[in-house]
Structure formats: C-alpha cells, structure tokens
C-alpha cells in the first residue's frame, strides 16, 4: 500500500472518530506526537521523514519477504558455518 492509501486510511479513521468535519490543520505538538489528535502537520511531518513508512501514523513498516532467505545464505558461506569462534586457546 502506497503513502496516498495510507494517508486517506488515517483521514478516514480519524473522520470516524469524531472529526467529521475533517482533520485540523494543526493542533498541539505534544498531543499530535502521542497520537492523541490528528492533523495535517503530523501528516506532513511523515511524508518528510520518510514517505514509505508513515510509521508516525501508526503504520507499520513492511518487512521484506525475503530478508530471512538472504540471512540464511550468508551465514552458510561463513567460514565457521555459524558456530562459535574460539577466542582464546
């Protein structure tokens, strides 16, 4: 999902919650911080920090699919083949 479909996903939480008149446009930065009260500058904040994620939001990030395939390679081309190094002899 996009940073547009998930911005629209808040909108629409929030308009659900009690806003429906829509988000203001500001509201105290403690409070937008906690996630206690929506508003545009939070949003705008997100998109500057980084787009894909919107984790302010409360979006989670989305982990890769194949991360632990990728791990599981690189630990078997290791010389020790993941066992302990012996340190001192």
């Given at each position: 999902?996009?940073?547009?479909e998930?911005?629209?996903?808040?909108?629409?939480?929030?308009?659900?919650?009690?806003?429906?008149?829509g988000i203001?446009?500001?509201?105290?930065?403690?409070?937008?911080?906690?996630?206690?009260?929506?508003?545009?500058?939070?949003?705008?904040?997100?998109?500057?920090?980084?787009?894909?994620?919107?984790?302010?939001?409360?979006?989670?990030?989305?982990?890769?699919?194949?991360?632990?395939?990728?791990?599981?390679?690189?630990?078997?081309?290791?010389?020790?083949?993941?066992?302990?190094?012996?340190?001192?002899?």
């Amino acid at each position: 999902m996009g940073a547009k479909e998930n911005i629209i996903k808040y909108i629409n939480k929030w308009e659900k919650q009690g806003y429906e008149e829509g988000i203001p446009d500001e509201a105290p930065s403690e409070l937008e911080r906690r996630g206690l009260v929506p508003s545009y500058r939070i949003v705008c904040i997100a998109l500057m920090r980084n787009p894909n994620n919107l984790e302010i939001l409360g979006f989670k990030r989305k982990k890769s699919r194949y991360y632990q395939e990728i791990k599981r390679i690189e630990i078997n081309k290791r010389k020790f083949k993941g066992k302990q190094i012996k340190l001192f002899q």
